[in-house]
Structures are given as C-alpha cells and as structure tokens.
DNA sequence: ACCTGAACACCGTTCAAGT
DNA sequence: ACCTGAACACCGTTCAAGT
C-alpha cells in the first residue's frame, strides 16, 4: 500500500476544450505514428513534442502522463480488429477470423505487443471488441463466465503466438542479419539437443513465413476443437 | 538495415576470471532480486551496482550491457520450472503439469512476463525446457513440425493467460485500491455493454484467485483436447 | 485556457585513468 | 585483470511564469 490511487484515462473526463489548438486525437495519432516507425522506445515526450512543433510539456495538458496517452494509443489497436457476427458466419469462422484480424493488428503495429496485458484494456475499442467477442461465444452455446473464459483462451493463444513472430520481426528489422549465419549461431547454442538440431534443420527448407502461418493455423484449430468439445459435455 | 549485428549473451564467450572479486552469477542474482522486489523499472545498473557495492559501470567488465543482463536474468526463469517425463506420467499430465509450473514462476516472478517473448530464449535452461517439452510431445504421438506447433500453442496459452494476471497483481500492488470501488469504475466504464455487466456481477460473487484457476484451467483443457484431436485424425 | 523553458531526479553507456 | 568517476546524451515530470 503506497496510498496511490489507481487511476487510468478512461475513469477521468477529458478536458474540455475552448480553442483546441492541438487535441488529445491529433496527439494520439502523432504517438501512433512514432511508435510505427521508432517502436515503444521510439516515443519520447520530448521527440513527440517536437512532431507536433510543441513543447514537450505541453503535452501534459491534454494528457496526465506517458502512461495515459499509451493506454490511448493501445485502445486505437482494438479499433482495428473486426468481429464478424456470429449469427452470420458462425462462431467458428467469427472466432477465427477475429483471432486472424488480431494478429494482423499485432503485426502492423508491433509495439502493442508490448502494451496488451500491461496495459488495463478499459476503453472504449477494447470494450466493444470484448463484447463482440462475449457475443460470438453466447451464439455458440456458452453460458455463464463460461462465456468469458473462452473468450480468455482465444485471446491468449493469439496474444502468446503472435508476440514471439513480432519479437522475430523486430530482431531481424534491427540488425544485419544473415538467414544462414543466424541459423548457425541457434545450431551452436542447440548443439547439445539433436531432437531441436533436427527440427531446426527441417524449417531451413521452408518459407518462415509459411511455418509461422502453419503454426498459428494449427493452434488456433486445436484451440476452437478444444473449445467446442466442452459444448457438447 | 543499420550494420548492427544481431547479438546475444549466449553467443559469446564470458570472461574467464582470474580473481573473480564479482561474478556473473552473482551479479545475475543481485539482479534477480532487484527484480523480484521492484520489477523491470526497479532494476538499474547504478542501483544494482549499489547492490553489490560496486560502481555501476564495473558491472561492464561481467556483462556487455542491460539487455544482456536480462538475458541472463531470464534464463534462469526457464530453470525453476518443471517438465514431468511423458514416458512416466503420460503427455497429457506432463504437459498440464508444466503448464501449471510455468504459471507459477510467471507469478512469482512478475517481471519475467516483460520479457518472456521479446528477448530470445536461446539460454541453457530455456532450451532444456524446450528440449523436455517436444520430448513430451513426441511421446504422444506428434511428428515434424507438428511437435514445435503442439509446443508453441501450449506455451502461448499459459503466457497469454497469465499475463493479465501479472499485470493485475501488478495493478492491485502498486494501489491503494479498493475492491468495492474498483469494481465501481470498470462497471462505469462497461456501462454500455450490458452483458459485461452481468458477467462483471457474477464474478462480483467469487474469490478472483478461484475465478482465475478456473479459467486456466477451463482453457488448458481445451487445448489440450485440441491437440489430441490433431493426433487421432 | 493553453503553452513555455528551466530545473530535478533519474537513466544506460563510453572511456580515460587508476590499481 | 578489474574497478572507478566523470561525462554524454538521453529520459519523464513539476512548476512558476508567460500569453
């Protein structure tokens, strides 16, 4: 106990605004763009001060503080996301087509990778796509905090497979890297696991991208096969 | 490309020490401590140097920098957990029983779900871990690649589970909060989501921790029943 | 109502200098 | 071989002062 209150933006009203020379919106969308191009640590108050040709404490009237204007940011990524409508296409093709579409989202945007789970999902995006997401699984037959649970376990799977290929982009992005050189180095720090040496030499014949899908479609299937045999329980 | 090259702590040699006044492990374990009481922000080299009543940058001569540091740091989480043998217990209890340890040490030590996923899991403890578990899935049956996609779909289920958990923790840790009023704030901002609401009542009636194992487990069920589809088809 | 710059208390890291 | 302190280039944030 530290006597802080816990706060976070969407339980304070934003100011409102008379002149609004600059706007929570244009701000969240500059931080957005830094983020795309310069990552998590790209964005600085400062160097975001400066895009928008303001001081870097400026900013600190629309906003309470860094951690703030990111729980904005992230809500952006849930806008993202679509959530087809179970009475239409069914739950299956919804859940996985909405665990595609997160995934998409994660990918375009890598730094969210970093603030999901960190960051309290309490806005407005993030809610609408939860009750979507609540919805699909009450047309498939769920009942109770059954629902949520689902729900959970979709989420985590993509959440857990899509933030290791992010983590794989961002290395590859940031240094000079050579595909062969890379795998020796791996083989060297496997050499005492010839069941992982054999897996590693196996992927070396395939497209990583492919193996990336494959995998992610393989878990997703298991996940949505596991999910509907408690239906039927 | 920016001519770095990609580099790890486990692809160098470490110092061999003559008179090793500190030590990488011993530094590894100041640092894990630092961790375990403060978190990720909590670490610094002068704050840990401090630790060790050395100056920050002495730390330099053990370590190439922070993030090699951690590197470090995070292996050792791969160490605390456990994977039964498959041949003994069967791949369904081994894999659930490793799930369950890897929940554990995520819980014990927070700052570990920061790094799991972003930094690479190329150290000794994390590839025996890795080792033992396509082991387990290579017992039950599953050929190829399929065995990394049966790991990797395990592995994300618990990582993505357990991370909000983490975070709430976290949350609930660093706040004064009361649960009564919390509650209050999330069903403010749910307030347009009407099945949210209920669900947020129902749970209003549980313990949060039973709420959670349920929920963990209601989903490691699934996607293990998920996987055994993939092997009888 | 909005914006500013100076200032504070931090960071990680480099490097020449010490022993 | 190991350790040090000074220095550099950054951070987020507060706050009194401006318009």
Do not use: C
Not at 103 to 113: F, G, N, T
Not at 122 to 150: C, I, N, Q
Not at 169 to 184: I, K, L, P, Q, S
Not at 213 to 229: K, N
């Amino acid at each position: 106990m530290t006597g802080k209150q816990f706060t976070s933006v969407w339980f304070r009203e934003p100011r409102k605004a008379a002149t609004p020379a600059r706007s929570r919106e244009e701000i969240v969308r500059a931080a957005m763009e830094l983020l795309d191009e310069e990552g998590l640590t790209g964005l600085s108050m400062r160097k975001l001060g400066a895009k928008l040709s303001a001081g870097a404490t400026s900013l600190y009237w629309y906003v309470a503080n860094k951690d703030e204007l990111l729980e904005l940011a992230y809500d952006q990524i849930w806008a993202e996301m679509t959530v087809p409508d179970a009475h239409e296409v069914g739950w299956r093709d919804a859940s996985s087509s909405w665990a595609y579409s997160m995934r998409a989202v994660m990918l375009r945007h890598p730094w969210s990778a970093s603030l999901l789970g960190h960051v309290p999902a309490l806005g407005p995006h993030a809610l609408t796509a939860s009750d979507r997401m609540r919805k699909v699984f009450k047309a498939a037959g769920f009942r109770g905090l059954d629902v949520d649970y689902a729900v959970a376990a979709v989420t985590a799977f993509v959440y857990g497979m899509t933030l290791p290929e992010i983590a794989w982009d961002v290395t590859v992005g940031d240094y000079d890297y050579d595909a062969e050189e890379m795998r020796g180095l791996v083989a060297k720090a496997a050499a005492d696991f010839p069941d992982m040496l054999e897996s590693l030499a196996m992927e070396a014949y395939e497209d990583p991208a492919v193996v990336r899908a494959t995998a992610f479609d393989f878990g997703l299937v298991s996940v949505l096969d596991g999910l509907e045999r408690r239906l039927v329980t």
